[in-house]
């Protein structure tokens, strides 16, 4: 039998789901001390609030505490609203160092320049696997906002990162 | 087809892509796709970018200070429980230690369910530092550490050519008996084989908390494969095995 602590409820509600959130954080943030520091801040909350989870999506209710803990970040860092809606036509260039030599931008580079509303769903969908319900609960938007958000993040990597194959 | 019925099936060929889809409307796609160049050039591309995006990006694993702070919050409390709810309420004592007497009669009936068990340690085992006891990618150093642990060899094989390659192993406890544990990588996931000897048994799938799990039984070997990996993804990892 499982106990019931608060010890072992963290143990077992929020303990698995601690690498997925650190990956999420990591890709809003980009940056590992910045990601490192949301995590903790919220590994503590949510140890706090452990008896508010209700239901059975654990995993939900960890990334959003996460996420919500690396918007915050975010606005504090780069206070231009980079997370607004709306984006401009083309996606700002990457970062220098993660262009290939031969010209070819690599696909990370182009994931990383992608405006974090629609990185953060992409990296939940591909890389976590979760579904467009979770996604839409974590972010707080509708599915459809999800669906929208996913179809212009990939289309913006095929462009960028397709561009040179024949 | 017209470009504004096109438009219109992106969202659809993609929720298909992403196993959104009720079989209806993933047949409506189908059928469009099956006709129309453009859109079938889509959901092509939708697929080669899942491929080289889990293929391609790092898995960062969880820093040090965040394992030291998992293991912190997860410990139990210095007062004893016990002593705890004695102190708040005797009357909620007394329910406990009737409790307590129930479950003796009714424990012994209600076993944990190997599928629980299977998943409860693979939880146990993403505690920081319960993961591995060997940790090597080379199966000729995982065999021989489990010789002198366990009354059987258990098979150890490394798939890294077809994409799950072997992390390690670890010492486990399941179904009443010391067991031995293989881990596996997929991208992100990790996957806990756990494998004894055993009797042919009718293979099982299912989720417990979340986590995926799926048994068979080859060369009258046991196998339980527990992950937070996508249903396909294993069972494709468990017909390496057979």
Redesign the interface.
Known sequence: MTGSGPGEVFARIVVPHLPAAYRLALWLLRDKAAAEDVVQDAAERAFRHIATFRGDNACAWVLRIVRNQAVETLKKIRPTAELDEDLPDQAPLPDADLVRAEGEITLQAALAALPPTLRECLVMRELEELSYRDIADIVGVPVGTVMSRLWRARQLLLAQTEVFRA | MSDETCASM??LI??DH?G?LDAADAARVAAHVQVCPACAAHAA??R???T???A????????H??QA??AR?????RVP?WRAIRRQSPGFAAGLALAACLAVVVLPRRAPDLADQAV?AH?RA??PGHLMDVASTDRHTVKPWFAGKLDYAPPVQDFAGVGFPLKGGRMDYLGGRPVAALIYSR??HLIDVTVWPGAAAPSRDGTT??YNYLSWSHDGMVFWAVS?L?KAELQAFAALWR
Request: charged content about 20%; glycine content about 2%.
């Open positions: 992106h969202l993609q929720a992403d959104e591309a939708l080669r970018l899942s080289r995006l889990r391609e990006m790092p898995a960062d694993a969880l820093p200070r965040l702070t998992a919050l997860s410990a139990p409390p429980a409860t939880i993403l505690q991208a992100q908390n979340g937070d996508n």
